[in-house]
């Protein structure tokens, strides 16, 4: 079936969409205003009503001049995208592009209410960014970019900050609340030096404030320049997702058909049959796998899944839950497929998660090439990204040659005492060079992309890099932490499309709670499992991570109770461990120390704008300390926090080799032996804030193996069903302690 046009309807249009869009949806409230945006973001930094003065007021303008400078937006979707129906395919684009405008307005009013504050201390506590910065060596890396080194004068070390490699940053002149710096992306950070990569040097004489004297630091800084660096909008992310988005609207043929079914307008086939005919056959299924010389030791449903996702002509979802083993099912099944002489994309929504699957592929399949920022790629991984490969390519001694000259001719131009003048040929010659090694890289970039069975890239794909080419079969693995529009840029590319994920894990980070509202943050994923049903995937039930005791209460609330834990994994305990002492800590899979009643309050960080817990700290701490005696490795060992604030105080607090503290999104895709969890959230309102979205739960209390300790108040907690539920289980577990217990054993 043809996408339907948004005048001409086909004769299957469902009547019960709306007819047209005109003001009058106004009246009926389906619209939204530019408004007060961004909610709760890690740091807790909020758009709206704020705690200090300060806040207020800048929440107050924010909200203020949306309101008088955008007109009133309509929304083709008002509640989401329904499941019930076939989605129009104007619509359904429209409903992305006004989604990533709100998340876009979001993302500005952050950025401005964080230019505003201009004093060091403030500025950096909310960790979006750094300022004080000395500009103390460059280079160039592949694609001519710059790599400017930043240092903090004197050595000192960078403050706690959520600038991660692979942010988009800006860098500015920090004396000059003008400055509309240049756009770039932290390719590496150190404790105390960043380097971002950039497509223009900063030019000293687009600058002249002098701010300080040349730092005394062991690299002395190049220029009189402070630099700041801030957490930047993603405009190029955006605006790659909204020129897919407009193709998808107008696609033909496979990719037309592929849109079709992903809009509930068409229905998946599998096996050459239409799933509104009727499911694959169990039978299709067992043949299809009888056929498959497994690479990897998989269980029986892992290997079904395997025989049912190539057995797609569309698309099939793969839904793994925590350690069910959903990567290592993805990498097998893109084996297969290069086996079958096919050419695979594969994809997720963050660079770990990419790695995490170029892991387990780099054993299966033998040219795989990963596209990416190297310093965003695991270093043992290093060698599969294109730098590494083009690196290793004869000619690319021609490409060193001309980096230096490059570098030259930049150091040369910074020496210049000649003037401007002098300067600008310094810089135009830099130019020149830049231009050759860049069309020697392109053709070198072709050859090794052109080898490639497999590619490896977040969703975020360079358009550029990869031109128009299309690819057998695309997988894209926790799909449910893209948001749909993310998605397109891949699917335009796909024949077939395979996608994996879990929806009871964490959602994509969303700013804006106008988009989040009109659903944002559902994924493709649980779209389509709710409008094609069982027959769309399949679910992997035996986990090989957590205790059995740790599982159940996840599988019971998120999975219908279907989850299995392997033998490997059923009974483990950190006793278990050879050298570790039997205690009650460790010979025990469970503990829920509650405070309740001790005065253990939340609190607000310092000038900050996050929420830490003294209290908790110190019990978590406490903690640490007994697991340690008892022979526990520090890297063994993760410690979670719900709020960015509580990480930063718990960092300071405990110096272990080893030991991983962070927030919950830092978490997801990972596991350790001993996890413990600081609720934090401790107040007589029982306001839970981001714990009231379950799945944060969820992530956080799989990714223990042998021990989960939970630390908060059940007096704020259980005044939320979830939560309740979370004490009476570890109530029935004989996993309960009250934190005057837990006191009196210390
Ligand atoms: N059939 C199997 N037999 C033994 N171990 C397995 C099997 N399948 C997966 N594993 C192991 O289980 C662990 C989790 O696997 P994997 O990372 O693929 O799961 P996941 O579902 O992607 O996890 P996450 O919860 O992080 O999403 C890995 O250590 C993997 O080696």
Request: charged share 30%; aromatic share 2%; hydrophobic share 25%.
């Given at each position: 079936m043809s996408a339907r046009t948004r005048k001409g309807?086909?004769?299957?249009?469902?009547?019960?969409?709306?007819?047209k869009r005109t003001q009058d949806r106004t009246s009926s409230g389906h619209e939204v205003r530019l408004g007060q945006a961004a909610d709760s973001?890690?740091?807790?930094?909020?758009?709206?009503?704020?705690?200090s003065a300060k806040r207020k007021k800048a929440s107050k303008h924010a909200k203020l001049a949306d309101a008088s400078d955008s007109p009133p937006r309509v929304v083709p979707y008002p509640h989401g995208l329904p499941t019930d129906r076939p989605l129009d395919v104007n619509d359904y684009f429209d409903q992305l592009a006004l989604w990533l405008d709100l998340e876009a307005d979001a993302e500005r009013a952050r950025l401005a209410r964080l230019r505003q504050i201009r004093s060091e201390r403030d500025v950096e506590s909310t960790g979006q960014a750094i300022v004080g910065?000395?500009?103390i060596d460059y280079h160039t890396g592949l694609a001519g970019r710059y790599l400017l080194d930043l240092a903090k004068p004197a050595g000192q070390q960078l403050p706690m900050?959520?600038?991660?490699?692979?942010s988009p940053v800006v860098l500015s002149n920090?004396?000059?609340?003008?400055?509309?710096g240049i756009a770039g992306v932290v390719s590496l950070r150190k404790n105390d030096q960043i380097q971002i990569a950039t497509e223009v040097f900063p030019d000293p004489d687009a600058h002249h404030v002098?701010?300080?004297?040349?730092?005394?630091?062991?690299n002395s800084s190049i220029g009189d320049i402070r630099y700041r660096l801030d957490l930047s909008p993603d405009e190029t992310t955006r605006k790659r997702q909204l020129v897919a988005m407009a193709k998808a609207r107008t696609e033909r043929g496979r990719g037309g058909r592929l849109r079709d079914v992903l809009l509930g307008i068409d229905s998946p086939r599998f096996d050459g049959r239409k799933l509104s005919v009727g499911p694959v056959s169990e039978d299709a299924i067992a043949e299809e796998r009888a056929e498959i010389r497994f690479r990897t030791e998989l269980n029986g449903p892992q290997q079904d899944a395997v025989a049912f996702a190539l057995l797609a002509d569309d698309v099939a979802i793969i839904h793994g839950p925590p350690g069910t083993g959903k990567t290592t099912t993805l990498a097998e099944v893109i084996a297969q497929a290069v086996e079958r002489g096919e050419r695979v994309l594969a994809c997720a929504a963050s660079n770990t998660a990419v790695d995490n699957l170029l892991e387990r592929l780099q054993r299966l399949v033998p040219y795989v090439v990963r596209v990416g920022h190297p310093a965003r790629v695991f270093e043992h991984l290093r060698d599969y990204t294109l730098d590494g490969q083009v690196e290793k390519d004869p000619s690319s001694q021609v490409i060193k040659d001309l980096r230096q000259e490059l570098e030259q001719c930049l150091r040369m131009a910074q020496r210049s005492n000649g003037g401007r003048r002098e300067r600008g040929e310094w810089f135009a010659q830099a130019g020149r060079l830049r231009g050759q090694i860049r069309s020697l890289e392109k053709s070198i970039v072709r050859g090794v992309l052109d080898r490639a069975d497999v590619i490896c890239t977040t969703?975020?794909?360079d358009e550029e890099l990869l031109g128009d080419e299309r690819f057998d079969l695309i997988v894209i693995d926790e799909?449910?932490?893209?948001t749909e529009g993310g998605m397109w840029q891949a699917i335009l590319r796909a024949d077939r499309l395979i996608i994996a994920g879990d929806h009871c894990q964490l959602p994509p980070t969303v700013l804006s709670d106008e988009a989040a509202k009109i659903?944002?943050?559902?994924s493709l994923m649980q779209r389509l499992v709710q409008r094609f049903?069982?027959?769309?995937y399949r679910r992997l039930t035996v986990?090989?991570?957590?205790?059995e005791s740790i599982m159940r209460f996840s599988s019971d609330h998120f999975y219908e109770g279907s989850l299995v834990a392997d033998a490997s994994v059923?009974?483990?305990?950190?006793?278990?461990?050879?050298?570790v002492d039997r205690t009650p800590l460790t010979d025990t899979p469970l503990l829920f120390i509650d405070t309740a009643g001790a005065g253990h309050e939340e609190q607000l960080e310092p000038d900050g704008q996050s929420k830490m817990n003294l209290g908790e700290a110190n019990v978590i701490v406490d903690l640490v300390r007994q697991l340690v005696d008892a022979?526990?490795?520090?890297?063994e060992i993760a410690i979670i926090a719900p709020y960015a604030a509580q990480v930063r105080l718990l960092r300071s607090r405990l110096d272990l080799d080893g030991l991983q503290i962070d927030t919950v999104d830092g978490f997801q895709g990972r596991e350790k032996e001993v996890v413990l969890l600081t609720m934090v959230r401790s107040n007589p309102e029982g306001i839970i804030g981001f714990l009231a979205d379950r799945r944060r739960s969820n992530v956080a209390m799989t990714r223990a193996k042998r021990k989960l300790v939970m630390v908060g108040d059940s007096a704020t907690l259980c005044i939320h069903d979830f939560y309740a539920d979370v004490l009476k289980y570890f109530e029935e577990n004989n996993a309960y302690q009250s934190v005057f217990e837990h006191d009196a054993c210390v």
């Open positions: 309807r086909s004769a299957t249009a469902d009547t019960s969409q709306p007819k973001f890690g740091d807790g930094i909020t758009a709206g009503s704020g705690k910065l000395d500009l900050n959520r600038l991660k490699v692979g920090d004396a000059d609340p003008s400055d509309e002098k701010t300080g004297k040349a730092s005394k630091h062991r969703t975020t794909i799909a449910c932490q893209s659903g944002m943050r559902d049903g069982e027959p769309v986990q090989y991570r957590m205790h059923r009974g483990h305990l950190l006793s278990d461990i050879p050298d022979g526990i490795e520090g890297d």
